[in-house]
């Protein structure tokens, strides 16, 4: 199961490392070309996802190594650690962006070739959509996967987004809101930039929960708490606590039993761990359930 898993996992990237090198190079020679502020928003962008792209690649076969007295966690918090790099470096890059292009703003905007900006936004939406659907037809839950996929999102939206921008300076080119020509490509710059913004800021602090290894959020608690109360309830057991710790893809659950009768069996314990973590293994990447008995 590991193995096929980690075998999609490896395609996977391999075809997103392949389509972001190819698309950042594209976007950075665009970006000369046209010199649009907001095409080159976008391949900065880009071109710092890549950066931070290949190290995460690398680690990938690590993720699927058992677990040791040494490494408790594996290299899971490893993988947090780079995701929490990875959008914190992009959240900086974003609100650089953001500042960069109100300069611009405010010393009176510039100029561009609109309909240039728009045939090539718009072939470029036209491929990102390609490669969105592509990955989500193949991939499973994992977090790396997961940040790839919504930066493919996020190339979707900005392009169409873009598209439809600078198609509207174009019709506006002979009327008499044209004096505001000058001041789209930034304008449209900066939204995309704050487009951008939500994402960073809400998986900085996942990561950060995982990485000081606290419960995950209530709704995850309450899902695996729901479960847990289900299939112990046929046992002669009651939960008693629960202790639940989320890092990189990894899910460990340990359960705190009490016996009714003060009578422990191991057979029972068993049993409970294997249908709690059949009815959880779907909803979480790699799980490890473990039954304790509370003394």
């Known amino acids: 199961m590991h193995d096929k898993k980690y075998k999609m996992e490896n395609k996977i990237l391999k075809l997103s490392l392949t389509g972001t090198i190819i698309f950042t190079v594209v976007e950075v020679i665009a970006a000369v070309l046209l010199g649009s502020k907001t095409v080159i928003a976008d391949g900065i962008f880009d071109l710092f996802d890549l950066m931070l792209l ?21 290299f899971s918090q490893i993988e947090s650690l780079l995701v929490l790099l990875k959008y914190t470096v992009l959240l900086v890059v974003v609100i650089n962006m953001i500042v960069s292009n109100i300069k611009i703003l405010l010393n009176g905007g510039h100029t561009v070739d609109a309909f240039s900006v728009l045939m090539y936004e718009s072939t470029l939406c036209f ?4 490669m969105l659907l592509f990955l989500r037809h193949r991939s499973y839950s994992s977090l790396m996967i997961q940040s790839e996929l919504y930066l493919w999102k996020v ?20 009327t008499k809101l044209k004096f505001i020509i000058p001041y789209i490509d930034s304008s449209v710059a900066i939204v995309v930039s704050l487009f951008l913004l939500k994402e960073p800021v809400v998986q900085i602090f996942k990561t950060l929960r995982e990485l000081v290894l606290f419960s995950p959020e209530k709704k995850i608690m309450d899902e695996i708490r729901i479960v847990v109360k289900e299939d112990i309830k046929t046992y002669d057991y009651s939960l008693d606590f629960l202790d639940v710790t989320q890092t990189g893809r990894k899910t460990w659950i340990e359960v705190y039993v009490k016996s009714k009768s003060d009578i ?25 359930v473990e039954i304790i008995p509370a003394i």
């Open 155 to 174: 190339d979707v939206v900005s392009t169409l987004g873009i598209s439809v921008a600078f198609l509207f300076q174009l019709l506006l080119a002979n």
């Open 127 to 130: 491929f990102c959509i390609l």
């Open 54 to 74: 290949l190290p995460m690649f690398i680690l990938v076969p690590f993720l699927y190594k058992p677990v040791s007295e040494n490494k408790p966690y594996g």
């Open 264 to 288: 422990i069996k191991v057979k029972d314990f068993k049993n409970i761990q294997e249908h709690i973590t059949k009815d959880l293994e779907n909803k979480f990447d790699q799980i490890s």
